[in-house]
């Protein structure tokens, strides 16, 4: 049994076949399509954030209406950006998207990509502090924000409030207990992975990695959740860890599918997301409802995950991607267990 998400990057272009030409048009789409999704019993609405993009960016507006407007499915990032992140407004933000949505939020962070702009967090602000690069100040920030999300007071009270304190430092409010168990960490590489297993956070991979054996995708991603859940283990943490895996899977069901998907690369590739940093690409799945099974059946990754995060084309629209779901769900999820 694994839970099922989608994951939307947001993309919107006033291109003559885009049903998302406009940043409204994406988020009020993205709202629609979660409430579909729900309906239809996906588990996880999930979005990128970019910034400097005609994508996605601030998602805590987004994520408070779709939590407003449902009632069961999770709400979710992959990932923010922490380097350009205040963690202290971000405590306050999430939790209160956390409250309207009574708990579902599962937010995705990680040091960050590739960017729009050369050193974009720059224009919001920060830089990395002597002898850190933006990476460390990434992870700090992140660590900062886990610690206040914790709920613990920490701030010297005013003598001479407005309004009456409670006894003690005080913490960041709006607190959302529970909210510090449901935060994930989306790792590249092998050591980041330990390290977000190491501080208590679930784990996102993606479908993309650090190259980091020459080994297929699906393989280096494997031992990489393995590797995660040796250092959970070892960290000594109490509750049980989630993974997620992303995946580009279209079961061709229909004629239109087969236009859409019909020619999807099918093997892995190798390239660089960074200057010095060589990566894997995981392949597409796009085939009949049968020879799908037997491909996702050999991924050793999605059999190490809770959960798979379906990556999805927004820009085709609400109703497409809810058939693309909904295919999922209907001729494929059963036959691999996650129904």
Do not use: C
């Amino acid at each position: 049994m694994k839970k099922i998400g989608f994951l939307s990057f947001g993309h919107w272009s006033n291109h003559p076949t885009y049903q998302t030409r406009t940043a409204g048009d994406t988020l009020l789409q993205s709202i629609d399509l979660a409430v579909a999704a729900e309906e239809i019993g996906i588990d996880g609405a999930y979005f990128r954030v970019h910034h400097f993009a005609r994508q996605l960016a601030s998602p805590y507006p987004l994520l408070s209406a779709i939590g407003a407007k449902t009632s069961k499915i999770e709400i979710g990032t992959g990932v923010i950006d922490m380097r350009y992140e205040n963690p202290m407004y971000m405590v306050e933000d999430a939790g209160a998207a956390d409250l309207i949505s009574g708990g579902r939020l599962q937010l995705g962070l990680s040091r960050g990509s590739p960017e729009q702009v050369i050193e974009g967090w720059r224009y919001f602000g920060y830089e990395p502090a002597a002898g850190e690069t933006d990476a460390d100040m990434g992870r700090t920030k992140a660590l900062e924000f886990l610690d206040k999300l914790k709920g613990t007071g920490f701030a010297q009270p005013n003598p001479y409030p407005m309004f009456p304190n409670p006894p003690g430092l005080l913490r960041l409010e709006p607190h959302s207990e529970g909210l510090r168990e449901r935060i994930w960490w989306g790792a590249a590489s092998n050591a980041t992975a330990i390290w977000a297993a190491e501080n208590g956070m679930n784990l996102q991979s993606s479908t993309l990695k650090f190259d980091e054996s020459g080994k297929p995708f699906h393989i280096q991603q494997a031992e990489q959740i393995r590797l995660y859940k040796e250092a959970w283990k070892k960290a000594g943490h109490e509750r049980e860890p989630r993974v997620s895996v992303s995946r580009s899977i279209f079961a061709l069901v229909t004629e239109q599918d087969r236009q859409y998907f019909g020619q999807a690369k099918g093997s892995d590739s190798f390239g660089y997301i960074e200057a010095d940093k060589r990566a894997v690409f995981g392949k597409s799945y796009a085939a009949e409802p049968d020879q799908l099974i037997k491909e996702l059946a050999q991924d050793e990754a999605i059999q190490e995950a809770d959960t798979v995060l379906l990556t999805i084309p927004n820009t085709l629209g609400v109703d497409y991607n809810v058939h693309v779901l909904s295919a999922i769900l209907e001729h494929v999820a059963p036959a691999l267990g996650w129904r």
